[in-house]
């Protein structure tokens, strides 16, 4: 029996099995404003109301910053971080690099010291930057996927890209990750359009539907029932 | 259409000719309203406040009717009585809409003005598909479906392409 974890994303866990496989890593892929980051915390807010610690690791944006973009939601995050179920870290890639490099022991350390359930690295495009040369990226990819699944949490991380472009091909970052969540913002004539796909998930039978996706007041939402025209 | 509204009947299509499109309308609303149920009224043509007005004018109870408008634009603000959908390119909001207003405002019958105009927004068959899924929809839930198609000519290809859909065909543009 494989233990899943909820999303917290309404409408979504009853398309995936359930919700996520445990300590399982997740990509979650979009275009700027697409909902990634609010995917994200909305995930870490299901784990603060379960009672579980929370830590989200920001790569591009200072800790105020993520607070601040994030106040609108009914979600009071400062309370969590006061409390200290929820931790906001930034670091910038080269730490992290210097930090993988030495096995990853410090943000180990303090998921353990938290004893944290959830983790959150926003962003894997950032990350990437450091390494211009292809074998190099990879390389480092994967030793950051590797650190992360020693860390033994349910991870989410966040990879900018345009899914919805037609020369668009698999990236390596999805053939490391257990599971792939697409955010789509389509263009339709002067509108645009919001949609979720669950592109990859092992272990999990999931729905290959391309479903209809809100962000409102209270976080998002995805249709299960619903179709994208 | 006593078994449309004793339930027997589920989806009806009404084919209006275009000059006599107002007048007609005016009949198939005044005795939807005359039913006393609670009608999901999708305006693709006119703002629900026109819609509203002439309803009250009528002597309709507007009470009865829960709106979905996609005539009026994006920043209006929206009443209690509709949503405002604001681009009738929207269609999967469109669609979202028309279950909210199943599920959440009660309404048994949902009534399309006009399903042609989405020809005017998009190629016939995407109209076809969000017409097909929105009557599976309806089915689904129980709930009468009335929809007014004003085609530019007879034996319009979307008219009969619906009307495979459709329970029963009403059409008022021919004899």
Redesign the interface.
């Known amino acids: 029996m494989v233990s899943r974890v909820p999303t917290g994303i309404p409408g979504l866990d009853e398309l995936i099995g359930g919700g996520l496989v445990q300590k399982s890593t997740t990509i979650v892929e979009g275009g700027p404003g697409s909902g990634k980051s609010i995917f994200c915390m909305q995930f870490l807010v299901a784990g603060l109301l379960q009672g579980e610690s929370c830590l989200f690791i920001s790569f591009e944006e200072t800790t105020e910053h993520v607070l601040q973009d994030l106040r609108d939601f009914p979600w009071d995050l400062q309370k969590s971080v006061d409390s200290g179920k929820l931790q906001v870290t930034y670091y910038t890639p080269e730490q992290v690099n210097q930090l993988l490099e030495t096995g990853g022991g410090l943000i180990h350390d303090q998921l353990e010291g938290m004893n944290a359930r959830r983790l959150v690295i926003d962003s894997l495009t950032a990350f990437s930057l450091l390494y211009p040369r292809e074998l190099e990226r990879r390389r480092a990819l994967f030793s950051l996927f590797e650190a992360v699944r020693r860390w033994g949490c349910t991870s989410l991380m966040t990879l900018e890209s345009d899914p919805e472009r037609e020369e668009r091909r698999a990236l390596s970052t999805e053939f490391e990750a257990d599971s792939v969540i697409l955010l789509y913002n389509q263009k ?4 645009r ?1 919001r ?1 979720l796909e669950v592109l990859k998930m092992r272990g999990s039978a999931h729905t290959n539907r391309i479903l ?1 996706m ?1 962000i409102t007041s209270s976080g998002i939402l995805v ?1 299960p ?5 | 259409m006593e078994d449309f509204w004793q339930g027997q009947v589920a989806i009806v299509l009404l084919v209006l000719p275009r000059e006599q499109y107002h007048e007609r309308l005016r009949d198939v609303v005044s005795a939807v309203a005359a039913r006393g149920e609670k009608v999901c009224y999708v305006t693709l043509n006119r703002s629900y406040a026109k819609v509203r007005e002439e309803i009250s004018a009528a002597g309709g109870a507007v009470g009865q009717f829960f709106f979905l408008d996609t005539a009026t634009p994006f920043g209006s603000r929206a009443p209690e009585d509709c949503i405002l959908v604001g681009d009738a390119h929207a269609l999967t909001e469109l669609g979202l809409a028309v279950t909210s207003a199943i599920e959440e405002r009660g309404c048994s019958i949902a009534l399309f003005d006009a399903v042609s105009t989405l020809q005017v927004y998009h190629p016939a068959n995407v109209v076809l598909m969000f017409v097909h899924a929105t009557i599976t929809k309806l089915r689904g839930h129980g709930t009468k479906g009335l929809l007014i198609m004003v085609p530019e000519q007879r034996d319009s290809p979307l008219v009969k392409d619906v009307a495979m859909f459709s329970d029963r065909v009403m059409d008022f543009t021919v004899g």
Do not use: C, I, M, T
């Open positions: 339709r004539e002067h509108l359009e949609s209809p809100k249709y029932k619903e179709s994208v025209f």
